[in-house]
């Protein structure tokens, strides 16, 4: 894969299956509009890796990761950017770790988004800035890159 082909890279993340049964057990979110996602971490996109963190993302491709999060937060659409929002579990301390080593990211709060709605965007919840304390889970993946995709 070369650089160009790159859309963004981070952790692939593993939510418990149970989690994910429980969500649609209840209908939510698709019977309230909401659209599921739970799956990666982003440490770094296209827009704004460095040679640093890409030869971290490199170095420690497909590698077992860690992390944990600790908060959820939530971001509604101004009404120029259409109608929605997005929900995103934090992770803490902004760390993803391959064995002992802190993987380095360009995103100012790693985190994991959750949720989308209506107009709104995975990319969005890099609009969250308010964060509620939850309990903490723990959860692992693998560090990966995604390729663009081809329109």
């Known amino acids: 894969m070369k ?3 790159i859309e963004f890279y981070g952790a ?14 209840i209908g939510f979110p698709e ?3 909401w659209k599921m996602h739970l799956d990666h971490c982003t440490l770094g996109h296209r827009s704004n890796m460095t040679v640093e963190t890409l030869l971290s993302a490199y170095i420690n491709r497909e590698e077992r990761c860690e992390l944990v999060i600790d908060a959820v937060g939530r971001y ?5 950017k259409g109608e929605g929002e997005v929900i995103a579990f934090r992770v803490k301390n902004n760390r993803v770790v391959v064995d002992d080593y802190s993987m380095k990211g360009e995103n100012k709060t790693f985190h994991i988004t959750a949720f989308t709605k209506g107009d709104a965007k995975p990319k969005d919840s890099n609009e ?3 964060w509620e304390l ?10 990966k890159f995604w390729k663009k995709r081809e329109n």
């Open 134 to 143: 939850m309990g903490e889970m723990k959860l692992s993946g693998r560090i």
């Open 76 to 80: 509604t659409l101004p009404k120029d």
């Open 12 to 25: 692939e993340v593993y939510f418990p299956q149970d989690m994910k049964d429980f969500w649609s057990s």
């Open 31 to 33: 019977s309230d509009g």
């Open 3 to 5: 650089v160009e082909d």
């Open 128 to 130: 969250i800035r308010d």
